[in-house]
């Protein structure tokens, strides 16, 4: 892999696995990909991607191969399922895994695949969205071994704006956590700062640019407080999938004791929001809870 560039497996095509591979293949890798979905499939092939019947075939094509899919079980049905990437006798390989996935599962998958097949697992989830993946402005923390890091490190460079290194696998995760903690109680933040600034009678609008040199300003709210002033609940992430990050969070804060009152509030607030038939809108849809028209 030294004197070329290495083979690109990506399993798990939706929103995020598109973006990713549309940067990928205009970077110049070759990438081999598979999903559940066959017409995510055929949607990747559109922009180069060479479609792939399983998780073990694109193992078996690939030198590194990600992963981005949507919670635990899913990842493990995918590396240790039937047709998984275990199957490939992928030794010598690193896995990538980009899914927002439980600690101490990723930790003992990692141990599990390398003892069955001697392949590397690197924990690498993300935070941006797929906007950002496609640009290649993500920010991706790691875990993993130093040989395994140094392996993928110029495809990372590909796809992220930052590309941190945190640890030993499972350190990735944690990091993801605090970093939920940050943005997804943002969320319901800059919800009620939105339903603040439109009852409030002032040009609602210029609140970004207002506010931008001072604490309040931040890449989320420039992202985020546009999209819901204009009720753009099209998911760039869906509300489900913050939920299950929050749930997710609310354990491993409790196996660590570390208290998380602001994020746990959060997620009352976003069980809330699926229980009402919008899990499937994007995390900015939690402004329905407040708004006065909530279609």
Not at 4 to 22: E, S, V
Not at 30 to 41: E, F, L, P, Q, S
Not at 105 to 118: F, K, P, V
Request: glycine fraction near 10%; aromatic fraction near 4%.
């Amino acid at each position: 892999m030294a004197d070329a560039k290495p083979r690109i497996g990506f399993i798990g095509l939706g929103l995020m696995g598109q973006a990713f591979t549309r940067r990928l293949v205009a970077r110049g890798y070759a990438v081999t990909g598979h999903d559940i979905d066959a017409d995510k499939i055929k949607l990747a092939e559109g922009h180069g991607v060479t479609g792939a019947g399983s998780a073990a075939e694109v193992a078996a094509a690939s030198d590194i191969v990600q992963v981005c899919v949507i919670d635990t079980p899913a990842v493990e049905s995918v590396v240790f399922g039937a047709g998984g990437v275990a199957e490939a006798d992928p030794v010598g390989k690193v896995l990538v895994d980009h899914s927002t996935t439980v600690v101490q599962a990723t930790r003992d998958m990692a141990a599990r695949l390398e003892a069955d097949s001697g392949m590397a697992w690197i924990d690498a989830p993300v935070s941006g969205g797929p906007p950002a993946a496609e640009e290649g402005n993500l920010a991706i923390m790691a875990g993993g071994t130093d040989i395994a890091i140094e392996v993928v490190m110029p495809v990372m460079e590909q796809l992220a704006g930052t590309f941190t290194h945190m640890g030993p696998v499972g350190a990735g995760q944690v990091t993801k956590m605090i970093n939920q903690v940050l943005v997804l109680t943002n969320y319901a933040v800059i919800a009620e700062a939105a339903k603040l600034a439109e009852a409030g009678g002032i040009d609602a609008e210029k609140i970004p640019a207002a506010l931008a040199t001072g604490h309040a300003g931040s890449n989320l709210l420039n992202a985020l407080y546009p999209r819901i002033l204009a009720r753009d609940f099209e998911p760039l992430g869906r509300a489900r999938q913050i939920l299950k990050d929050l749930d997710m969070l609310h354990d491993l804060a409790k196996q660590l004791e570390a208290p998380t009152p602001m994020a746990d509030q959060a997620r009352t607030l976003f069980r809330l929001l699926c229980s009402r038939g919008h899990q499937d809108l994007d995390g900015a849809a939690i402004f329905k809870l407040y708004d006065k028209d909530p279609v």
